[in-house]
T-cell receptor
Framework: DTGVSQDPRHKITKRGQNVTFRCDPI?????LYWYRQTLGQGPEFLTY????????KSRLLSDRFSAERPKGSFSTLEIQRTEQGDSAMYLC??????????????FGNGTRLTVT | DAKTTQPPSMDCAEGRAANLPCNHS???????VYWYRQIHSQGPQYIIH???NNETNEMASLIITEDRKSSTLILPHATLRDTAVYYCIVRVAGGNQFYFGTGTSLTVIP
């Protein structure tokens, strides 16, 4: 079990630049989630995929944010025209779809974004 | 999904049991209780979850009251590596999101 993998672990960028993060979920997990976490707060839901379909997006996901999961495996989260307020830890999680659908989410260790 | 209430911080002596409470008074019949913990600079780690019955695994025990309005996570022999923020979450079966609050910051004291 290689777990959920996120790349890069850290990213420093200047305001106005675009950044892209990658998430590789646990293999055979149908669902993939993106969360954002700021200092002192719990993770906040951004969006999730079931296979390649993006089924739900939070109001936190402004139009500068876009997420894809083109083949139902890995996912990317892109932030365009970054702002200082985008500085946060971006977490990816995955889960299988079980019969009872109560499977827990398994999280990666996140990508820490700093916008200067 | 129901909201949970947790104390912001707790201390526990190393080797003693750590009992972390959670109130979820508005929980509905099909909502599960999940516990996660997060060590600094890492992603949340799944610990345990349950619906009605008490649950135990290699990490912890989960005690859910009969009316399901509260639960307690028990770490039977706390070690320094258990120092972390612990999150209690309720989610409806098949629900798409986990709502994290601010959790309980547990400090295990030598």
């Amino acid at each position: 079990d290689t777990g959920v993998s996120q790349d890069p672990r850290h990213k420093i960028t200047k305001r106005g630049q675009n950044v892209t993060f990658r998430c590789d979920p646990i293999s055979e997990h149908n669902r993939l989630y993106w969360y954002r976490q700021t200092l002192g707060q719990g993770p906040e839901f951004l969006t999730y995929f079931q296979n390649e379909a993006q089924l739900e997006k939070s109001r936190l996901l402004s139009d500068r944010f876009s997420a894809e999961r083109p083949k139902g495996s890995f996912s990317t989260l892109e932030i365009q025209r970054t702002e200082q307020g985008d500085s946060a830890m971006y977490l990816c999680a995955s889960s299988p779809v079980s019969g009872l659908n109560n499977s827990p989410l398994h999280f990666g260790n996140g990508t820490r974004l700093t916008v200067t | 999904d129901a909201k949970t209430t947790q104390p912001p911080s707790m201390d526990c002596a190393e080797g003693r049991a750590a009992n972390l409470p959670c109130n979820h008074s508005t929980i509905s019949g099909n909502e599960y209780v999940y516990w996660y913990r997060q060590i600094h600079s890492q992603g949340p780690q799944y610990i345990i979850h349950g619906l009605k019955n008490n649950e135990t695994n290699e990490m912890a025990s989960l005690i859910i009251t009969e009316d399901r309005k509260s639960s307690t996570l028990i770490l039977p022999h706390a070690t320094l590596r258990d120092t972390a923020v612990y999150y209690c979450i309720v989610r409806v079966a098949g629900g798409n999101q986990f709502y994290f609050g601010t959790g309980t910051s547990l400090t295990v004291i030598p």
